[in-house]
């Protein structure tokens, strides 16, 4: 399945707030439509959300009519993709290395010159996100023991990434290795990527899915049945604290109270070394209408407070593994993860 794609001199995504009802693909040449697709969650998981914003900066690039304009375009839609969501790194990783990629071909003096160089930059950090997720899967599947059943939160599948996904890569590679019976997904309030992507995802892939609401994740952990739980990442600090979807952090501290182990699966992308505890990560917080609505139906009274971080923070000390392409880090994560630190800038 494609999520984001570089097709025909276009930018090509799949709208994610019609699924699971429609599929439909939407192709533009606009930058500005980039970054509303990624604020209106048309676009969303934190590695499909850098791939699409370094896309967007080759779309930039390729409005220009010379390789001036083209730099100076490029530098604004690092600055407006930047603003569009706060919390998943992986954007900021990506936009990171569009401006160094930007930075290193000021040799180039012709527009088309400049953009072939950024194009080469976004498709390879898409290619490097494929790779990352079939290692994730590979490893992570070795953490699940035959006929186990599992539980996910949010969606960190093929929808969120430019691959097969984290979470759900190591779930697929399971289920071919025949160790997965079946898998819990949390519908996930307020936007139910849960119901709406992972179950459809799951599902195409001839998974037993089981969909619960959030609040029966803990009489699941209770009765036993499942004997992981695995989620995806959106910023993990450099002593493993993981930022993801809001709920992760209540699965976790059941998960711990029930002897689950509980996993994270996300590409090294997603790792923030600058960062030393997840106190620092900034948390999104979404518009009220979605918690009052769903699917565009009033359910709350009008003028009722409302509060809706977009994700919380897991203290990594409720964190079994971390399961990454460069391979499977375990607690003192403050040790394991500083390793990964890629020393050598693309
Ligand atoms: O708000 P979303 O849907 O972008 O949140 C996504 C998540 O929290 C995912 O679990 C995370 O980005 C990992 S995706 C491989």
Redesign the pocket.
Known sequence: MITVEWANGLFRFLDQTRLPLEEVYVETADVARVAEAIRR?EI??????GVAAAFGVVLASRNARSAEEARSSSLAAIQSLAAT?PT?VNLFTALDRMSHALKASEDIRDQEGLSTRLLNEALAIQQEDVEACRRIGELGSALIRPGSSVLT?????AL??AGE???LSVIFAAARKNSIVRVYADETRP?L?GARLTAWELMKHGIDTVLITDSTAGVVLRQQLVQAVI????RIAANGDTA??IG?YSLAVLAERHHVPFYVA?PVS?IDFSIASGAEITIEERAPEEVTSIAGTRIAPEGVGVYSP??DVTPNELIAAIVTERGIMAPPFSQTIPALRPQHRV
């Open positions: 969650l969303r998981g934190a590695p499909a959300i969501r998943a939160h949010c969606n960190a599948g969120a990434t996904g984290t979470a936007l990527q989620v995806g990442a959106d993801n979807k992760t996300a997603t977009a994700f």
